[in-house]
Every structure is written in C-alpha cells, then in structure tokens.
C-alpha cells in the first residue's frame, strides 16, 4: 500500500478545487466574487488550479462600494488582466442614484449594507445562479452558521434555519427559478490557513497586507485610515502610525493594526500570538449590535 499522505494545506486545497468544480458541473451561470483582498485572491489562485488551462467557467464579480482602498483596486483590475478573465464591476453608487437610496450618516458613514442591492440587481442581470465567495467560519460567529452550498430566496434572502446537510462531502445545488446558491468554498480554512498557503504558494498581495506608514485616525482603540469618507470632528487624533491590514473591506468599516510584519513570516507570527479574530479586531461594521453580520446576511449580503 502507499503511504502518500496528503498535509493539511494540500487537503484544504483539495476539498476547495472539489467545491469549485462541483459549481461548474451543478450549476449554469456561476460567478466568482473578487475584491483584490486576500481570501478572494486565494480563490482565484484555486480556481486556476482546478481549470486551467482552460477558461474559468464563470465571471470575476465585484461589487464596488466606492470606498474601497485602491490598493485593493489596482491589484483587482491587474489580476483579472494577467490572467485574462472577465471582470465585471457593479458600482454601488450607480445603485443609489437609480434606486434613490438614503446613504447612510455619521462618523463612518459605510455602504456596506447598501452593497445587497447592487448584488441582487447584478444577480438579476447577469442572472447568476450562484455566486462563489471568501467567506470563512472562523471570520465571526453568523458565517459559521453557514453550508458550504448556501440557498438565498428569490428575494437574496438566507433562512439559517433551513438549510441542507452536506454529510460526505455531497452538496446539492438543486434550486427552483428565481432562488441562487452562495458558495464558499473555503469555509474549512482559518486566517492562519489562509496565510500559511499564501506563503506555500508565493501568492503575490497587495501592500496594503503588509506594515507601512499609513495616516490614520484613532478611534476607540483603532486605527482607522484617512479618508474624505470620514466626516472629522475638532477633537478627532490624526497620527501616522505604521499599519497593516487583516481585512480589507471599506475604509470607513475596516480598521488597520499597528505591525511590524513587512514579511509573510512575520505576519503568520503576529496572527499566531493573537487571540482576536480579525473581524473581530478590525470590523467596525460588525459592532453596530451582537447580530450585526447575521442580520446583514438574511437581507442578501454576502
């Protein structure tokens, strides 16, 4: 008998190119969701895996808040390009002025819940029937309620009570017209997981991952960086402080950390030693009430 043995890293990446190519055999007009941050960036970098060299058998899909950091955009709009897949970019603000939605006020005022309505329209006009994301359990506690193979209602809508098991591996994408399928097929991964492979693959990243001198404004205890989002106030500390990312959403809902790690090694140290998910550390959307995220994902968020 052999004794090949697959190590944890390559098993995770195993069971996501399974996922992958379970939606592209299930499944008619799937999309891929891409960001340029670093979850949607290990998708993309298991997609190829799983269908090269042939085409992706879906679209890259961004729903664009217009406050994302440019970093993330720049490296979103030069992946796409030097693999040569389509793109397709939804603005949220386009969504706002044809649906004449209220924009949210305050401090930071974040388009994050408005984000669903661009999605669903996207999902209506491309008429997707599944949307593949980066979302992980361990990222905060509503996203660790969720299958693998997540059913939305005609209306985007996702029932936490009401969802299929998904014993052996076996995922059933059946759906009735008008219901769509979220896929997430790195469910099984952790921050560390996501890191360790980044570094075992020589994934390239945007710099924003990595410390620099950022101006940021400290508030409770976070940094939050600089922006014409932010609406200042007389007593607000503005400092340059050296920062990376964990997460990169908006830059009104997602905080920096103070670092040193210039390096992946060095990254991978700092998130072994935390004891603070980085939503957790970092989500400033996700404090608005202890079921934030959950109440955002029944209404069609991601």
């Known amino acids: 008998m052999s004794n090949y043995r697959l190590d944890y890293l390559d098993q995770l990446e195993s069971e996501s190119i399974h996922i992958m190519r379970e939606v592209a055999g299930q499944f008619e007009r799937p999309a891929l969701m891409f960001s340029g941050g670093k979850d949607s960036i290990v998708l993309v970098h298991l997609a190829l895996k ?23 955009l720049d ?17 949220v603000e386009d969504t706002i002025k044809a649906k004449h939605l209220t924009e949210p006020k305050g401090k930071f005022a974040s388009r994050n819940a408005l984000q669903t309505y ?6 209506e006009e491309f008429k997707f029937d599944a949307c ?14 969720e299958r693998i193979f997540s059913i939305r209602d005609e209306f985007g809508q996702w029932n936490p009570k009401l969802q299929r098991p ?5 995922y059933n994408g059946k759906i009735d017209k008008g219901e769509n399928v979220r896929v997430f097929p790195i469910s099984n991964w952790t921050e560390l997981d996501i890191w360790n492979y ?12 990595f410390a620099h001198d950022r101006e940021v404004l400290e508030f409770e205890g976070q940094y939050v ?27 009104t809902c997602t905080a920096a950390v103070e670092s040193e790690a210039s390096v992946i090694d060095d990254i991978i140290n700092e998130i072994i030693a935390t004891k603070t998910s980085e939503r957790g550390e970092t989500r ?14 029944k209404g069609g968020y991601f």
């Open 284 to 297: 400033i959307d996700d404090r608005v009430s202890e079921a934030a995220m959950e109440d955002r994902k």
């Open 132 to 145: 593949i994301g980066g979302a992980r359990r361990d990222e905060e506690k509503a996203r660790a309620k």
């Open 225 to 251: 960086a600089m922006s014409k989002f932010i609406q200042l106030e007389p007593t607000d500390k503005i400092s340059v402080k050296k920062v990376r990312y964990r997460t990169v959403g908006d830059m």
């Open 118 to 123: 661009t999605l669903l329209d996207a999902i």
């Open 50 to 72: 799983a269908f090269r060299p042939g085409k992706f058998p879906f679209p890259l899909l961004h729903i664009d808040t217009g406050h994302n950091f440019q970093e993330a």
């Open 198 to 209: 980044i570094r075992r693959e020589n994934i390239a990243l945007p710099s924003i991952y």
């Open 75 to 91: 490296y979103r709009d030069k992946m796409a390009a030097d693999i040569g897949e389509k793109l397709i970019v939804r603005n």
């Open 166 to 170: 998904e014993l052996w591996n076996i």
